[in-house]
């Protein structure tokens, strides 16, 4: 983490008070959360529209922190305390990240994408370990606070940073990447999330490839080849280097002799090696995301069998492609961090095709913020559920019942359920449930659907 004196901090933002008195005082890391502070932390206050962290400044200094920001134009800064006053806060903490990642020789992995962003971290973050120092970012933080954060908690002995760049609107990775100045870009996919604040598959594909603007001058573009609003638009980009990644042999790399089960992936990659790699990660999808890893490691002369290490040691974040084991012998795929009719169906996909004797059944939630098209994709994903490998389709939510609607064209009526109560859906499901079944638990984040899938888990069981 940063480990600055504050007469070093007066040189990488902008302090707007005589803070002489405590140039010899050191801060060890940053916190915005009293909750969390740490002996030696820079606490860091946000000024909200219902909240003020401000009043949380002396608590800080209290529970350990050595120094505090202050609000310029917050009234009452707390006298006889180490007190750095400041334009803006958030735009104080922003430049302290990008003071610090200047100053630091550590090389930057930016990955963006509307799916499967945090898998390809979680992937890149095992390879790259095992041949570097590695920091990654860490749960969600991936937006304008959270990246910040991530940079500032990386220590000066790190030599690859895998930094996750999320966004809801225009702008947001532009203001990401120009922080982080990646030596290496990837963008996982164009899919359908944030279509509601950017109306288009083409704004959201201008949004991802903003990560572009903060590449260094000959940084690699890492991409999937096989999306034309992309491949467009980089033919216009003459200051990188480009990589892509798809599913034939007109890419840099793709997968061939691919065999995969509920346990992982096995494949080749023609290009690098006639040995198959294993991921220990299901779904189709997830190997086009070790492809663009790949790429990167390629990129920093990785050698073959320390990729081949990193990926066996793959773990993913939580929520993600998570396997829990449910009562009466059932087992049950989590995947209900995030959804979009590209990632839903996907992940359908690699689930009915998975090489299992067990029934099948799945349980779709609403997916989220896909604007006035949203009725039109869920009814298409219940179109595209296949009742020759499902037995039982269950739904939640307002928008769940369009999956269920789409999904009784080809199932017949006792074999798809909606419901808007959670609990209902529970116990709908435990009647159902004979033993041994496998069950697939996708949806939104905002839709909480760990709420079924702890309530079906044998540890949540009474």
């Not at 991921?279 to 995301?289: A, E, Q, R, V």
């Not at 913020?369 to 020759?388: F, M, N, S, T, W």
């Not at 033993?435 to 009474?462: C, D, F, P």
Request: proline content about 4%; hydrophobic content about 40%.
């Amino acid at each position: 983490m940063i480990k600055r004196t504050i007469d070093q901090l007066v040189k990488m933002i902008q302090i707007e008070n005589d803070v002489f008195a405590y140039a010899d005082i050191e801060i060890h890391g940053v916190c915005i959360d009293t909750r969390k502070i740490q002996k030696g932390n820079l606490f860091i206050p946000f000024k909200g529209e219902n909240t003020d962290g401000h009043r949380f400044v002396m608590p800080a200094i209290e529970a350990g922190a050595s120094a505090v920001l202050w609000q310029k134009d917050v009234p009452n800064p707390p006298k006889n305390i180490p007190v750095l006053i400041v334009e803006d806060t958030l735009l104080a903490l922003q430049q302290l990240a990008r003071s610090y990642r200047n100053e630091l020789s550590a090389k930057i992995i930016g990955i963006t994408g509307s799916n499967g962003k945090t898998t390809t971290k979680d992937i890149a973050a095992a390879i790259f370990s095992q041949a570097y120092h590695v920091h990654k970012t860490e749960g969600n933080f991936n937006n304008h606070i959270g990246l910040p954060l991530t940079i500032l908690g990386m220590d000066e002995a790190t030599e690859v940073a895998v930094l996750e760049m999320g966004m809801s609107g225009k702008g947001e990775i532009s203001l990401l990447t120009k922080l982080a100045r990646p030596d290496v870009a990837i963008i996982t996919n164009i899919g359908e999330a944030h279509m509601q604040d950017l109306g288009s598959r083409e704004a959201i594909a201008d949004a991802k490839l903003e990560i572009a603007e903060g590449l260094k001058e000959g940084g690699l573009l890492i991409y999937p080849g096989n999306e034309p609003l992309l491949v467009k638009r980089v033919s216009m980009l003459k200051q990188y280097r480009t990589r892509t990644f798809g599913a034939s042999s007109e890419y840099d790399l793709y997968p061939d002799h691919l065999d995969m089960n509920d346990s992982g992936s096995t494949f080749i990659v023609p290009a690098l090696s006639d040995q198959p790699f294993f991921l220990p990660i299901p779904g189709k999808h997830n190997i086009f995301n070790a492809l663009a890893v790949l790429l990167a490691a390629g990129d920093f002369l990785i050698a073959e069998n320390e990729i081949r290490n990193g990926l066996k040691e793959v773990k993913l974040s939580n929520m993600r492609m998570e396997w829990h084991d449910g009562f009466k012998e059932t087992r049950i795929l989590n995947d209900a961090y995030n959804s979009s009719p590209t990632a839903t169906l996907a992940v359908i996909s690699m689930f009915e095709n998975m090489g299992n004797e067990r029934e099948k059944m799945i349980v779709l939630g609403d997916m989220l913020e896909l604007g006035e098209q949203a009725i039109q994709y869920h009814e298409r994903v219940g179109k595209e559920i296949d009742p020759k490998k499902i037995k039982y389709v269950f739904t939640y939510g307002e928008l769940g019942k369009y999956i269920a609607m789409g999904a009784k064209i080809n199932f017949s009526e006792n074999h798809v359920f909606h419901f808007t109560d959670q609990d209902e859906l529970v116990s709908a499901l435990k009647e159902k449930i004979e033993g041994h079944e496998v069950i697939l638990v996708k949806a939104s984040r905002g839709m909480r659907m760990e709420k079924t899938v702890n309530a079906l888990s044998i540890s949540k069981e009474k």
